[in-house]
């Protein structure tokens, strides 16, 4: 298949411009008569849901929690990037393109990147307008902070709860659209298939998830924000319902997904405690800001209480590696590092698997006050979680499962290779190439939502005018519910003996030891099998309580673990189909002497796009080549 | 540690419910209330008997998803928590746990533990917001925010929308939640503009939601996980009367 | 008008007649506490059945004791209303409900309290207000002109240690029904303020203690009188 990235021709500025200046437009009293179907509610969904209705389309917006204001957006910590340069320290457009592209090991598309830097400054005034209080200066200007990878302050952000924030703001949004009639809601309705009609996406099938009904719903457009598949790890910092059922389903109708393996591991989590674990908890990048990371000098004193370790036992690897970016380098290279020195045995806590964050310094520079004004709320949350603390002794932290750069393969215009499919943030394969820095998923959701697919969508949409109403008795609705009615039932009588939980947890096992923070070709192929054999325990051995038609999560956890199951293989096989290493992508096979990532640019300069075949195990590779016009490659160097 | 369980039991909100008693060991103080009933349901499901269900998502007290009445408090004991950020370390071996969902009239019971909060929405939807189209917003530092203003309107607007407020009021009154959307938006520059008509539509849906009047008893706020002030409430009562008698649109 | 309606119906405006009559029979408790000092003048009541005379009389306090009754009733039904439809918002009780961990008790019990005030207030009418006025009352007569002789009326009646006692449980009800009431009458206004609220709740302690502390000592004194014990 030929892959059609679509990114306009022209200069890296005018893109976009150019663009929206030529796209076809549909006219007001045709967008009344147009459905589309928004899948998800967090920033992405809800962005989209509610700009499409204001624009006068017939929305549908469907979310599994009990609001839309809960999707897993709303856990979002540490800030949204923004080009305004209102620090004036050399900030631009350009600049932000360029950090991004360089942080993300240069695995993205040049033109994508680009529009993403230019629209986030409208993110900025919209969500300002919309009342979202982001942090302030005396003078009532917005301040704002530094992140990670990047050498200018552009992050903006509301206390410790950005993506609170910036998610009620577009849940405002969407509620007025709500309200006035343009977006009908389905809270608690969980999609288990998309429909097609002469290969265009039509519609959706959806469990209600309170009665169990299965209900079809048809549109014009079907748009997927549903968020990253980050728990294929088990434990991971998502919500306990975040998933990759909508976008698996998608795939194995067709659509593309790219890119699967490039996971990002968050260097500042709470460590794990204990095997009843279910979650982990991500503690801000902002943290490293102020806090400095390190370990001691000495495997021997890593029992000792830390602040009985004097200054010269301690070893400041990140500032000590990476002079030039010391405690802010990108989340890759902060996480590996913590991986090394812990491998080293210099692992400090319970389990030897963390490492110090300390802000005695930055306690001592600008008094207990203003660190708890800038990191009270997570301080706070670490207390609590931990029964430490973190003002009197450094906090333990370790690098998590936080964020998936891969997702649905989506042209310039956000569209999948399914006509009239779409996806959008996390969900899709997006701009972040191979790491994402910090701040930029929201920016990516709210840019995706707010400003690009309501503009996009219209190219395909402008050719929909004259189609009718779509009709949920077609055939196609029929097999696919039927398909989901039968998927269901055959789970359900399963009736084996091992709960859903007993079969997640062997798959985060195999994810993380053979497929995180650093992968290998022969752990890589151990991994294909363990995954098969699991998955085919599970389709012989699961149980699951109750019946379809009744509110049962063990069933909807269990929907989402089989899809998991598939999906994990498929990281594999592209982990192992990429010989490089590359920002979260780290193959043991190829580092440099210091043990840093090689990437091979001869061979490896493409999206990896894989197609389902029918067998979960015999996925199809599909290559974009990726041009880069603007930039040039080069070895990301943060030292 | 061991503990005994006493958990609301309820199939539908057609079926009558009633409180189930479950014995449970090997319990870690380390472990948050959700783990511990993670154990309860693994446990369960191994008997091959229904798990407990319960509204549960980012397990990091932001979602406000998580929802149990625990020993007579929304969200247990500990104050300015959620009960996703509750640990056994609150409770002692042997003790007795009562866990109970929500209850209102505003609020009916889904399944067990799990309450359905839609009227919430329908209480943002008829004015919780901002009338500003996408790409309709003027550069941001146009309008300058007095920091404290801005403070204020955060501390407000930080409110997950849990309920527990509601669960708490003896008169199930949802002022609390109300109060601080209200007040996070006519306090900003922004939202003052619409300000008079939001708090008279916000007002009608909270009533014909069937939630109950505020009698000032401060039990929200002292439950609420975020601690929203009831100073808001008071925010709220001026703008509410000042609208009535002011605004000259009849809503 | 139905905006109008649409106010007081609502869940504030219920709160907002509550707190608007309830500050207005405060200031009623107030001079009818200091008036009744009266009672303890040692002159056989004559200031004190002069005083009772100019209250039933002079035009506008006529006026106005209507309007207090008036206040009242709106108070007390609304009052009733209220109650009645916060019961309903919570048609299933919980198994375990630890109030006292959130609030205080006087904060949860103000229906009750204000049912035992309500029916002290009938008892206290009865025994006084229509005695005065459609009792069979003796008059006496100071400087040539007559009165009726309510003095002697309340000093029988404060002379049963049962009806002071009775009168002193009602009165610890009226103190713990201000004691909520006062400051929440200002919170219901929107009167909070982060340096004034501090204030009113000083106030608003003082004077749920101080006034119905006033109105005990009367009866306390006639009792203790009528017993020599001074
Ligand atoms: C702890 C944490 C902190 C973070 N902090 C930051 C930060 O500071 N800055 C930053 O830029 N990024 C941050 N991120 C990343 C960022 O939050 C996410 O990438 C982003 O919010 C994803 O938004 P989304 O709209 O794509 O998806 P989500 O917010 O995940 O929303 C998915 C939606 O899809 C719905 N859905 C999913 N599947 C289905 C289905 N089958 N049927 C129906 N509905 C479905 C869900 O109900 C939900 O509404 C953080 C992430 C985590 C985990
Ligand atoms: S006000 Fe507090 S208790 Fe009420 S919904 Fe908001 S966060 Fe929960
Ligand atoms: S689960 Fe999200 S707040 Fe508790």
Same mark, same amino acid.
């Given at each position: 298949?030929?892959?059609?990235?679509?990114?306009?021709?022209?200069?890296?500025?005018?893109?976009?411009?150019?663009?929206?200046?030529?796209?076809?437009?549909?006219?007001?009293?045709?967008?009344?008569?147009?459905?589309?179907?928004?899948?998800?509610?967090?920033?992405?969904?809800?962005?989209?849901?509610?700009?499409?209705?204001?624009?006068?389309?017939?929305?549908?917006?469907?979310?599994?929690?009990?609001?839309?204001?809960?999707?897993?957006?709303?856990?979002? =910590?540490?800030?949204?990037?923004?080009?305004?340069?209102?620090?004036?320290?050399?900030?631009?457009?350009?600049?932000?393109?360029?950090?991004?592209?360089?942080?993300?090991?240069?695995?993205?598309?040049?033109?994508?990147?680009?529009?993403?830097?230019?629209?986030?400054? =409208?993110?900025?005034?919209?969500?300002?307008?919309?009342?979202?209080?982001?942090?302030?200066?005396?003078?009532?200007?917005?301040?704002?902070?530094? %992140?990670?990878?990047?050498?200018?302050?552009?992050?903006?952000?509301?206390?410790?709860?950005?993506?609170? =924030?910036?998610?009620?703001?577009?849940?405002?949004?969407?509620?007025?659209?709500?309200?006035?009639?343009?977006?009908?809601?389905?809270?608690?309705?969980?999609?288990?298939?998309?429909?097609?009609?002469?290969?265009?996406?039509?519609?959706?099938?959806?469990?209600?998830?309170?009665?169990?009904?299965?209900?079809?719903?048809?549109?014009?457009?079907?748009?997927?924000?549903?968020?990253?598949?980050?728990?294929?790890?088990?434990?991971?910092?998502?919500?306990?319902?975040?998933?990759?059922?909508?976008?698996?389903?998608?795939?194995?109708?067709?659509?593309?997904?790219?890119?699967?393996?490039?996971?990002?591991?968050?260097?500042?989590?709470?460590?794990?405690?204990?095997?009843?674990?279910?979650?982990?908890?991500?503690?801000?990048?902002?943290?490293?800001?102020?806090?400095?990371?390190?370990?001691?000098?000495?495997?021997?004193?890593?029992?000792?209480?830390?602040?009985?370790?004097?200054?010269?036992?301690?070893?400041?690897?990140?500032?000590?590696? +990476?002079?030039?970016?010391?405690?802010?380098?990108?989340?890759?290279?902060?996480?590996?590092?913590?991986?090394?020195?812990?491998?080293?045995?210099?692992?400090?806590?319970?389990?030897?698997?963390?490492?110090?964050?300390?802000?005695?310094?930055?306690?001592?520079?600008?008094?207990?006050?203003?660190?708890?004004?800038?990191?009270?709320?997570?301080?706070?949350?670490?207390?609590?979680?931990?029964?430490?603390?973190?003002?009197?002794?450094?906090?333990?932290?370790?690098?998590?499962?936080?964020?998936?750069?891969?997702?649905?393969?989506?042209? +310039?215009?956000?569209?999948?290779?399914?006509?009239?499919?779409?996806?959008?943030?996390?969900?899709? %394969?997006?701009?972040?190439?191979?790491?994402?820095?910090?701040?930029?998923?929201?920016?990516?959701?709210?840019?995706?939502? +707010?400003?690009?697919?309501?503009?996009?969508?219209?190219?395909?949409?402008?050719?929909?005018?004259?189609?009718?109403?779509?009709?949920?008795?077609?055939?196609? %609705?029929?097999?696919?519910?039927?398909?989901?009615?039968?998927?269901?039932?055959?789970?359900?009588?399963?009736?084996?003996?091992?709960?859903?939980?007993?079969?997640?947890?062997?798959?985060?096992?195999?994810?993380?030891?053979?497929?995180?923070?650093?992968?290998?070709?022969?752990?890589?192929?151990?991994?294909?099998?363990?995954? =098969?054999?699991?998955?085919?325990?599970?389709?012989?051995?699961?149980?699951?309580?109750?019946?379809?038609?009744? %509110?049962?999560?063990?069933?909807?956890?269990?929907?989402?673990?089989?899809?998991?199951?598939?999906?994990?293989?498929?990281?594999?096989?592209?982990?192992?189909?990429?010989?490089?290493?590359?920002?979260?992508?780290?193959?043991?096979?190829?580092?440099?002497?210091?043990?840093?990532?090689?990437?091979?640019?001869?061979? +490896?300069?493409?999206?990896?796009?894989?197609?389902?075949?029918?067998?979960?195990?015999?996925?199809?590779?599909?290559?974009?080549?990726?041009?880069?016009?603007?930039?040039?490659?080069?070895?990301?160097?943060?030292? | 540690?061991?503990?005994?369980?006493?958990?609301?039991?309820?199939?539908?909100?057609?079926?009558?419910?009633?409180?189930?008693?479950?014995?449970?060991?090997?319990?870690?103080?380390?472990?948050?209330?959700?783990?511990?009933?993670?154990?309860?349901?693994?446990?369960?499901?191994?008997?091959?008997?229904?798990?407990?269900?319960?509204?549960?998502?980012?397990?990091?007290?932001?979602?406000?998803?998580?929802?149990?009445?625990?020993?007579?408090?929304?969200?247990?004991?500990?104050?300015?928590?959620?009960?996703?950020?509750?640990?056994?370390?609150?409770?002692?071996?042997?003790?007795?746990?009562?866990?109970?969902?929500?209850?209102?009239?505003?609020?009916?019971?889904?399944?067990?533990?799990?309450?359905?909060?839609?009227?919430?929405?329908?209480?943002?939807?008829?004015?919780?917001?901002?009338?500003?189209?996408?790409?309709?917003?003027?550069?941001?530092?146009?309008?300058?925010?007095?920091?404290?203003?801005?403070?204020?309107?955060?501390?407000?607007?930080?409110?997950?929308?849990?309920?527990?407020?509601?669960?708490?009021?003896?008169?199930?009154?949802?002022?609390?939640?109300?109060?601080?959307?209200?007040?996070?938006?006519?306090?900003?520059?922004?939202?003052?503009?619409?300000?008079?008509?939001?708090?008279?539509?916000?007002?009608?849906?909270?009533?014909?939601?069937?939630?109950?009047?505020?009698?000032?008893?401060?039990?929200?706020?002292?439950?609420?996980?975020?601690?929203?002030?009831?100073?808001?409430?008071?925010?709220?009562?001026?703008?509410?009367?000042?609208?009535?008698?002011?605004?000259?649109?009849?809503? | 008008?139905?905006?109008?309606?649409?106010?007081?119906?609502?869940?504030?405006?219920?709160?907002?007649?509550?707190?608007?009559?309830?500050?207005?029979?405060?200031?009623?408790?107030?001079?009818?506490?200091?008036?009744?000092?009266?009672?303890?003048?040692?002159?056989?009541?004559?200031?004190?059945?002069?005083?009772?005379?100019?209250?039933?009389?002079?035009?506008?306090?006529?006026?106005?004791?209507?309007?207090?009754?008036?206040?009242?009733?709106?108070?007390?039904?609304?009052?009733?209303?209220?109650?009645?439809?916060?019961?309903?918002?919570?048609?299933?009780?919980? !198994?375990?409900?630890?109030?006292?961990?959130?609030?205080?008790?006087?904060?949860?019990?103000?229906?009750?309290?204000?049912?035992?005030?309500?029916?002290?207030?009938?008892?206290?009418?009865?025994?006084?207000?229509?005695?005065?006025?459609?009792?069979?009352?003796?008059?006496?007569?100071?400087?040539?002109?007559?009165?009726?002789?309510?003095?002697?009326?309340?000093?029988?009646?404060?002379?049963?240690?049962?009806?002071?006692?009775?009168?002193?449980?009602?009165?610890?009800?009226?103190?713990?029904?201000?004691? !909520?009431?006062?400051?929440?009458?200002?919170?219901?206004?929107?009167?909070?303020?982060?340096?004034?609220?501090?204030?009113?709740?000083?106030?608003?302690?003082?004077?749920?203690?101080?006034?119905?502390?006033?109105?005990?000592?009367?009866?306390?004194?006639?009792?203790?009188?009528?017993?020599?014990?001074?």
């Amino acid at each position: 298949m030929k892959l059609d990235s679509k990114v306009p021709k022209g200069d890296l500025g005018d893109k976009w411009t150019n663009y929206k200046s030529k796209v076809r437009l549909v006219a007001p009293n045709n967008k009344r008569r147009i459905e589309i179907i928004v899948v998800g509610s967090g920033l992405a969904g809800a962005s989209a849901a509610a700009t499409l209705g204001e624009l006068g389309y017939k929305v549908k917006c469907f979310c599994f929690q009990d609001s839309p204001r809960r999707a897993h957006s709303i856990a979002a =910590q540490g800030g949204i990037n923004a080009a305004k340069n209102y620090q004036n320290d050399g900030d631009s457009a350009y600049r932000l393109f360029y950090d991004t592209i360089k942080g993300g090991d240069y695995r993205s598309r040049e033109g994508n990147v680009h529009r993403l830097a230019e629209v986030s400054v =409208q993110i900025i005034d919209q969500c300002v307008a919309q009342g979202v209080p982001f942090a302030r200066d005396y003078g009532g200007l917005l301040a704002n902070r530094s %992140f990670g990878g990047v050498q200018v302050s552009r992050t903006f952000y509301a206390r410790g709860q950005t993506g609170q =924030q910036l998610l009620l703001g577009a849940y405002s949004a969407l509620s007025r659209q709500i309200e006035n009639g343009s977006v009908k809601m389905y809270n608690r309705h969980e999609m288990l298939d998309v429909v097609l009609i002469d290969g265009k996406a039509r519609g959706i099938i959806a469990r209600n998830l309170i009665t169990g009904e299965i209900e079809r719903h048809g549109a014009h457009a079907v748009v997927l924000g549903t968020g990253g598949y980050g728990n294929v790890f088990f434990l991971s910092t998502n919500a306990m319902g975040s998933n990759v059922t909508a976008a698996w389903k998608a795939h194995k109708k067709g659509a593309l997904f790219a890119n699967p393996c490039f996971t990002q591991i968050h260097p500042t989590c709470i460590p794990v405690s204990g095997g009843y674990q279910s979650k982990l908890t991500l503690m801000s990048e902002s943290l490293r800001n102020d806090g400095r990371v390190w370990v001691p000098k000495r495997k021997e004193d890593c029992k000792k209480h830390p602040n009985e370790i004097p200054e010269e036992d301690r070893d400041y690897y990140l500032e000590r590696i +990476y002079p030039a970016f010391g405690n802010l380098v990108p989340r890759d290279v902060a996480s590996r590092a913590a991986k090394y020195v812990t491998d080293e045995g210099r692992g400090v806590g319970k389990t030897g698997y963390a490492v110090y964050l300390d802000f005695s310094t930055a306690i001592n520079r600008l008094g207990k006050d203003l660190i708890a004004e800038r990191y009270g709320n997570l301080f706070d949350m670490y207390h609590r979680i931990t029964d430490e603390n973190p003002y009197e002794v450094p906090m333990r932290i370790f690098p998590a499962v936080h964020y998936t750069m891969g997702g649905l393969w989506v042209d +310039y215009e956000l569209s999948t290779n399914v006509p009239g499919l779409y996806a959008i943030g996390e969900a899709n %394969f997006s701009d972040h190439g191979a790491n994402r820095l910090g701040a930029s998923a929201l920016m990516q959701g709210l840019a995706d939502g +707010y400003f690009v697919l309501p503009v996009t969508i219209g190219s395909y949409l402008a050719d929909e005018i004259r189609t009718a109403a779509t009709d949920t008795n077609h055939p196609a %609705f029929k097999k696919a519910e039927n398909e989901v009615k039968t998927r269901l039932e055959k789970l359900l009588n399963i009736k084996g003996d091992k709960s859903v939980d007993d079969f997640h947890i062997a798959l985060g096992k195999i994810m993380w030891d053979k497929c995180g923070m650093a992968r290998e070709g022969k752990g890589l192929k151990q991994a294909l099998k363990e995954i =098969q054999e699991l998955r085919a325990e599970f389709w012989k051995n699961v149980f699951i309580p109750g019946d379809a038609h009744e %509110f049962n999560p063990e069933l909807e956890k269990a929907g989402r673990l089989a899809d998991f199951l598939e999906l994990g293989e498929l990281m594999v096989n592209d982990a192992l189909d990429r010989n490089e290493s590359c920002g979260g992508h780290f193959r043991e096979e190829y580092k440099s002497k210091e043990g840093e990532a090689v990437r091979d640019d001869e061979n +490896y300069r493409y999206v990896a796009a894989w197609g389902y075949s029918g067998d979960p195990s015999k996925p199809e590779l599909h290559k974009e080549a990726l041009d880069f016009e603007f930039v040039e490659l080069k070895t990301r160097s943060y030292k | 540690m061991k503990l005994t369980l006493k958990v609301w039991r309820q199939k539908n909100s057609k079926t009558r419910g009633r409180m189930e008693t479950y014995p449970i060991d090997g319990i870690d103080e380390d472990m948050s209330f959700l783990e511990m009933i993670d154990v309860l349901n693994q446990n369960l499901i191994k008997e091959k008997k229904d798990p407990v269900a319960f509204d549960h998502d980012c397990r990091e007290g932001i979602c406000g998803m998580c929802s149990m009445f625990i020993n007579g408090e929304p969200h247990g004991p500990e104050k300015g928590v959620t009960t996703c950020q509750l640990h056994m370390r609150s409770f002692k071996d042997g003790d007795t746990i009562v866990i109970e969902p929500w209850r209102a009239e505003a609020f009916p019971v889904i399944k067990d533990l799990v309450v359905d909060r839609s009227a919430f929405d329908t209480i943002i939807q008829a004015g919780g917001y901002i009338s500003v189209n996408t790409g309709n917003a003027m550069e941001a530092n146009a309008i300058p925010v007095d920091k404290s203003i801005a403070n204020e309107a955060m501390n407000a607007a930080i409110c997950i929308g849990c309920g527990a407020c509601v669960a708490a009021c003896k008169n199930s009154s949802a002022m609390l939640f109300l109060s601080a959307k209200v007040s996070h938006l006519n306090m900003l520059p922004q939202g003052e503009v619409e300000g008079k008509r939001r708090v008279l539509k916000m007002m009608k849906a909270h009533d014909e939601a069937g939630f109950g009047s505020c009698t000032n008893t401060g039990a929200c706020s002292a439950e609420c996980p975020k601690e929203i002030s009831l100073s808001n409430i008071a925010r709220l009562n001026r703008a509410y009367i000042a609208a009535s008698l002011t605004s000259e649109e009849s809503i | 008008m139905s905006w109008i309606t649409n106010f007081f119906t609502s869940s504030v405006g219920k709160k907002v007649i509550m707190s608007i009559t309830g500050i207005f029979l405060c200031t009623f408790l107030a001079a009818h506490m200091s008036g009744n000092f009266l009672l303890l003048k040692n002159d056989g009541g004559q200031a004190f059945n002069e005083y009772a005379k100019f209250m039933s009389t002079f035009p506008l306090i006529r006026v106005l004791s209507i309007v207090t009754f008036i206040g009242l009733l709106f108070h007390a039904v609304d009052g009733i209303w209220l109650v009645l439809q916060n019961r309903k918002a919570r048609p299933v009780k919980y !198994h375990s409900f630890k109030g006292g961990a959130n609030s205080s008790w006087t904060s949860r019990n103000m229906g009750l309290l204000g049912v035992i005030i309500l029916f002290f207030l009938i008892v206290h009418l009865k025994s006084f207000w229509f005695e005065m006025k459609f009792g069979t009352i003796q008059y006496v007569e100071y400087g040539g002109v007559k009165y009726k002789d309510l003095y002697s009326i309340v000093v029988s009646a404060f002379s049963q240690w049962w009806y002071v006692l009775l009168y002193i449980i009602c009165l610890i009800a009226l103190s713990l029904h201000l004691m !909520h009431g006062f400051q929440s009458a200002f919170q219901t206004l929107g009167l909070n303020h982060k340096k004034y609220t501090p204030i009113i709740k000083g106030v608003g302690l003082a004077f749920s203690i101080l006034v119905p502390l006033g109105f005990a000592i009367q009866p306390i004194y006639v009792l203790l009188k009528s017993m020599n014990v001074f």
